[in-house]
T-cell receptor, first 116, second 109 residues
């Protein structure tokens, strides 16, 4: 247990569906992240929030829409996804300290998403 | 472009020692992380190196050579539970984490 939980753990959806992924951290951290992990590929950073404000968006398609209502919760809203979006979606959190060099990220177990 | 290279897969024997290498070419360097990820689970932090040399933590050690753009993770007295993927990540000059694709380590009895 890393103190970061994600639901659901598995999700199968059609291309016309709308679904949301949820992440919650119990570590008192100020920064939260969404990553995409595809087989045999590096982790891809999608979004970063610090103190509930989005600070980075790495050119992610608009069919992915993040929401951070408070520093403990992070959502990823999904709509009209493509089969190539099938992957493991990981949430992480960190203290968001000024010393970013040691701002270790703690990951949740991920949501395995399959788009049919 | 920025690049992190590590072997895709390695196999080792229980009780032995294994070294997982990571080479990097990044725009700047602010440290290198190693994470462990068991299948279906969250990546978990193992180590952080920012200065050259070897850092030891129990059975795991991590080495860094900034001049060579090279790091390795050394696992001693291998146990079956060490079967996992090991992810190397570098913090670049913009404090962005650049990730390798991970090395899948298979431990055989």
């Amino acid at each position: 247990e890393t103190g970061v939980t994600q639901t659901p753990r598995h999700l199968v959806m059609g291309m016309t569906n709308k679904k949301s992924l949820k992440c919650e951290q119990h570590l008192g951290h100020n920064a939260m992240y969404w990553y995409k992990q595809s087989a045999k590929k590096p982790l891809e950073l999608m979004f970063v929030y610090s103190l509930e404000e989005r600070v980075e968006n790495n050119s992610v398609p608009s069919r992915f829409s993040p929401e951070c209502p408070n520093s403990s919760h992070l959502f990823l809203h999904l709509h009209t996804l493509q089969p190539e979006d099938s992957a493991l979606y990981l949430c992480a959190s960190s203290q968001g300290s000024r010393d970013r060099a040691t701002d270790t990220q703690y990951f949740g177990p991920g949501t395995r998403l399959t788009v049919l | 472009g920025q690049n992190i290279d590590q072997p895709t897969e390695m196999t080792a024997t229980e009780g032995a020692i294994v070294q997982i290498n990571c080479t990097y070419q990044t725009s700047g360097f602010n440290g290198l992380f190693w994470y462990q990820q068991h299948a279906g689970e969250a990546p978990t932090f193992l180590s952080y190196n920012v200065l050259d040399g070897l850092e030891e933590k129990g059975r795991f050690s991590s080495f860094l050579s900034r001049s060579k753009g090279y790091s390795y993770l050394l696992l001693k007295e291998l146990q079956m539970k060490d079967s996992a993927s090991y992810l190397c990540a570098v913090l670049d000059s913009n404090y962005q984490l650049i990730w390798g694709a991970g090395t899948k380590l298979i431990i055989k009895p």
